[in-house]
């Protein structure tokens, strides 16, 4: 069974462009999250979705957006760059069954923004 | 607000000695708490996890305590190998949503 597929795994943007990001969850799984991780301050929840719905949302700005689609595939935007955005930015799938929360994590993608 | 705090940051053990990590969270909704080990690299890899139902869950080498009254708990990893050398980290969720809390995570190294 695959994992959980991102892409790209590396990207070196400008500060002011933007970026789109890719998901693809586990076969099976209809929940996706996002995950940034900084060595200032660890991994933090950037978004859920499930059926193509955002669950729930954590304390961003507006420039961090995301979507599902309905074959679960997911993508997350980050528009007008700032240097602070350089990270790495993670999914995980879960099968969203409230009863089975066990998420899987991507490799993940190294944003640099310079 | 939702916080886990995860000690220590650092631990350090020869080969073939216990090693625990604790953590304690702030939510008391909290019932879902994961485990994940982060090799330099790749993504965080689930290990292990336990529900807020269940005091004590082992999985060979590795083990999971949870004192809900104190909102403690604690890794516990028997017979470490230099394999175990990684990042890990604790993770807190609630029943209605996937999103997890996590940890600030201890660096763990096994020296042979």
């Known amino acids: 069974k695959a994992g959980v597929t991102q892409t790209p795994r590396y990207l070196i943007k400008t500060r002011g462009q933007q970026v789109t990001l890719s998901c693809s969850p586990i076969s099976g799984h209809r929940s996706v999250s996002w995950y940034q991780q900084t060595p200032g301050q660890g991994l933090q929840f950037l978004f859920e979705y499930f059926s193509e719905t955002q669950r729930n949302k954590g304390n961003f700005p507006g420039r961090f957006s995301g979507r599902q689609f309905s074959n679960s595939r997911s993508e997350m935007n980050v528009s007008t760059l700032e240097l602070g955005d350089s990270a790495l930015y993670l999914c995980?799938?879960?099968?969203?069954?409230?009863?089975?929360?066990?998420?899987?994590f991507g490799q993940g993608t190294r944003l640099t923004v310079v | 607000g939702e916080n886990v705090e995860q000690h220590p940051s650092t631990l350090s053990v020869q080969e073939g000695d216990s090693a625990v990590i604790k953590c304690t969270y702030s939510d008391s909704a909290s019932n879902y708490f994961p485990w994940y080990k982060q090799e330099l690299g790749k993504g965080p890899q689930l290990i292990i996890d336990i529900r807020s139902n269940v005091g004590e869950k082992k999985d060979q080498r590795i083990a999971v305590t949870l004192n809900k009254t104190a909102k403690h708990f604690s890794l516990h990893i028997t017979e470490t190998q230099p394999e175990d050398s990684a990042v890990y980290f604790c993770?807190?969720?609630?029943?209605?949503?996937?999103?997890?809390?996590f940890g600030t995570g201890t660096r763990l190294q096994v020296f042979p």
């Open positions: 995980a799938s879960s099968i969203g069954d409230r009863e089975d929360t066990e998420a899987f």
């Open positions: 993770a807190a969720s609630k029943w209605n949503t996937d999103k997890l809390i």
